[in-house]
């Protein structure tokens, strides 16, 4: 085993099970339905409680709040007093102030513990991409890798970080401000959709499609484009995929995937796993958000 904690805030969408299985430490976020108090994510509100309000309620955009920084404070101060190190990894500044919470409880907890070993990572990734990004860490901790050179190891697949989707409507990433690059670059014409890709941080327009199957298809077709110039093998990069509500479409459209693998010479034992987006992502993608998330493996030698 490794000698750091791997610790990420909620916006990784990783399983409860593997949670625990992989011992990760999850800071939560908050999110506000329509009006009353933030409820935090997976204790006071979990997501299928939360997918099944949004569907709900159209026309109703729920918010998410960061973790503070006392809970950040909180975990670090623990850490320091065990002794132990550890790497937090954040989800990208450009969607949240995650990251710049951490940082500030990071350099309160040094008035105490200046020599508190805790790396606070910029991930410039979210939701299912994240959580690859998180068990990356688990992975070189299990084998070994020390917590420095671990560090060093993810900024380098950092970069390689991709996720290629599509949403039902642009409304809830124009109520929550995410909308970016794309504003005045996708019609408001009746059906027309955008296929979005996440890279370096922030999301760029991946395409257009006239209803569901033709975004799904342009979704495939990027994966394909990366994938291929990218990677040889199936055992130099982690794939997954993330869904929202309907999960019978995730499932038929992950057959679509390994075909896709298969075709680029790909393919391998490893099953591709469907991940739930969770409440603190959905905020700004409704609930029919469907797509891939790639990065690289960390080096484990």
Known sequence: MGDFRVITDGSGDIP????????????????????????????????????????????????SSTPSTQDYLKLFTQVAQAGEKAIVLCITEKFSNSYQTACIALDLLREDYPDAEITVINSMVNTVLQGLMVLEACNMRDAGVGYTEAVERLYEIRPTGRIFFTIGSMDYLAAGGRIGRLAGKVSSVLGIRPVITLKEGEIFLGGMGRGRAKTLDKVLSNTREYLKKTFTSRDQFEICLGYGYDYNEAVEFRSRLEALLEELGLGGDDEIHITHISSVIAVHTGPYALGVGIIAKARLD
């Open 16 to 63: 409860a099970d593997v949670i625990k299985s992989r011992d990760i430490t999850v800071i939560n976020f908050y999110v506000l339905l329509g009006s009353g108090e933030y409820l935090e994510q997976n204790v006071d509100i979990g997501d299928d409680e939360f997918y099944e309000w949004m569907v709900a309620h159209p026309g109703v955009y729920p918010k």
